[in-house]
């Protein structure tokens, strides 16, 4: 029980910064969409009006941040400053490739698609935090386990406060 207890504690340590920059759009997104509006050759829309340029920029901050403070907790400055930005950045980009890939089985902008919505934003803050640090397999399971669950409570608890438009 208590090594279950540690685990869940070390995975969300480390994803915090993922989080945040998933997060953050939700309340500081909105304006100009990332695809400027366009469609891909099938003419649907590249990304879709739900992934804006400020919620990229804002995410990216929120997940920076958290990344700082992190560093100034444990006293490694530089080592977790780059985690947050690369965590934030892949979190960013594992959701705007989600929006892709939604438009491209069309999708509509909000609609569901379960698994991709909930993890590909962790898979890829993942994948760019590999070259700074790769945590333990048990790490990376907990984080495949807990992720889903706490994604889709906290956009229940989003859209409870009027912040997203649907509850998932
Ligand atoms: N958001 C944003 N910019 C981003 C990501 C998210 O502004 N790069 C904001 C949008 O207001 C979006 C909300 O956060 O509606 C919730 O994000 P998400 O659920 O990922 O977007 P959806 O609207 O569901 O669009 P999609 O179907 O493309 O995922
Ligand atoms: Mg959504």
């Known amino acids: 029980m208590n090594e279950v207890i540690e685990l869940i504690g070390s995975a969300l340590w480390f994803i915090l910064p993922a989080y945040f920059a998933n997060a953050a759009p939700v309340i500081l997104g909105g304006g100009p969409p990332l695809d400027g509006g366009r469609n891909f050759t099938d003419g649907r829309r590249i990304f879709g009006d739900g992934k804006t340029v400020r919620g990229f920029v804002a995410g990216l901050a929120a997940g920076t941040i958290i990344g700082l403070i992190q560093g100034i907790a444990k006293s490694q400055l ?40 909930q993890l590909g934003f962790v898979v890829i803050a993942l994948l760019l935090a590999s070259p700074i640090t790769l945590p333990g397999w048990q790490v990376i399971v907990t984080l495949l386990i807990i992720t889903p669950p706490i994604h889709l409570a906290t956009n229940f608890i989003g859209h409870k406060l009027k912040l997203k438009a649907r509850p998932y």
């Open 78 to 117: 530089s080592h977790y400053l780059a985690l947050g930005f690369l965590l934030a950045l892949g979190a960013l980009l594992g959701d705007l490739l989600g929006s892709f890939i939604k438009r491209r089985m069309g999708i509509e902008r909000g609609g569901a698609a379960l698994g991709l919505d």
